[in-house]
C-alpha cells in the first residue's frame, strides 16, 4: 500500500539549532514528493516539492531513492517556523500524519 | 488572483439538514479536490474532479454529494450527516488533470460541526 510516514509527532528545538523532519515513503514506482505546512490558523500551503529542488525560507529537502526518505531540513531554526508540518506523495495526495514543529527562544 | 476561497468559512447544521459548502478558484486550474480534516489530522482525500468530471471518489458516504457546474468551481453538497461528521473540509486545486502530480493550491476550509 501506498504510505507516508512521519515517525515523529513532536519536534522541538531552540532557536538556531539545526532542524531535521523526517520523511519516508513507501510507493511503487517514482512518486512525487511534497512538503506542505500548516502554520497557525493559516491554509495548508506548499513548501517545497522534490522535482523543484529548491530552498524555499531556508528549508530544503533532497529525496534519497535508496533510503526511500525525503527529510526536511533547516540549519538554523526560526521561531517563525514553528507550525504543522506535512510530508505528501502522489499519485493522490497521501499525507503522513504531520509533524508539530516547536521552535523555542 | 492566486487564491482558493471556500464559503462559508463556519457551518453548524443539524442531521436532518441540507446545506452546501463552496470552493473556487480563478487560476485555471484543471484539477479541484475535497478533503476532509479531523483535529489533529492530516487531510484526507474525499474527491477529485478532472477536467469538471469526477475521476476520484475515495469511498465517500454518498451523503456527501459532489458538484462541479464548471472549471472555477466546485461545491459539496451535505444531507442526512452524522456527528462524527463534524470536521475541516479543505477545497484544494492545482494545475493538471487526472492525479495530484502537480502541486496543490488550498482554501482556508469550511469549518463544519454536525449537531
Known amino acids: 500500500a501506498q504510505r507516508v510516514t512521519q515517525p515523529e509527532k513532536l519536534l522541538s528545538v531552540f532557536k538556531g539549532a539545526p532542524v531535521e523532519l523526517k520523511c519516508n515513503y513507501s510507493?511503487?514506482?517514482?512518486?512525487?514528493l511534497f512538503w506542505y505546512v500548516q502554520y497557525s490558523r493559516q491554509r495548508l500551503q506548499l513548501l517545497l516539492r522534490?522535482?523543484s529542488r529548491e530552498s524555499i525560507k531556508g528549508f530544503t529537502a533532497d529525496l534519497n531513492k535508496g533510503e526511500t526518505s525525503f527529510h526536511l531540513k533547516k540549519p538554523f531554526a526560526q521561531e517563525e517556523d514553528s507550525a504543522m508540518y506535512y510530508c505528501?506523495?502522489?499519485?493522490?495526495?497521501?499525507f503522513g500524519k504531520g509533524t508539530k514543529l516547536t521552535v523555542n527562544p | 488572483d492566486t487564491e482558493v476561497t471556500q464559503t462559508p468559512k463556519h457551518l453548524v447544521m443539524g442531521m436532518t439538514n441540507k446545506k452546501s459548502l463552496k470552493c473556487e478558484q480563478h487560476m485555471g486550474h484543471r484539477a479541484m479536490y475535497w478533503y476532509k480534516q479531523k483535529a489533529k489530522k492530516p487531510p484526507e482525500l474525499m474527491f477529485v474532479y478532472s477536467y469538471e468530471k469526477l475521476s476520484i471518489n475515495e469511498s465517500v458516504p454518498s451523503r456527501f454529494s459532489p458538484e462541479c457546474p464548471n472549471s472555477s468551481l466546485l461545491n459539496l453538497h451535505l444531507h442526512a450527516l452524522q456527528p462524527e461528521d463534524s470536521a475541516l473540509y479543505l477545497c484544494a486545486s492545482s494545475g493538471s488533470p487526472g492525479g495530484a502530480r502537480n502541486e496543490q493550491y488550498f482554501g482556508p476550509g469550511t469549518r463544519l460541526t454536525v449537531t
Open positions: 505528501a506523495a502522489s499519485e493522490k495526495l497521501v
Open positions: 522534490h522535482i
Open positions: 510507493y511503487s514506482g517514482s512518486p512525487e
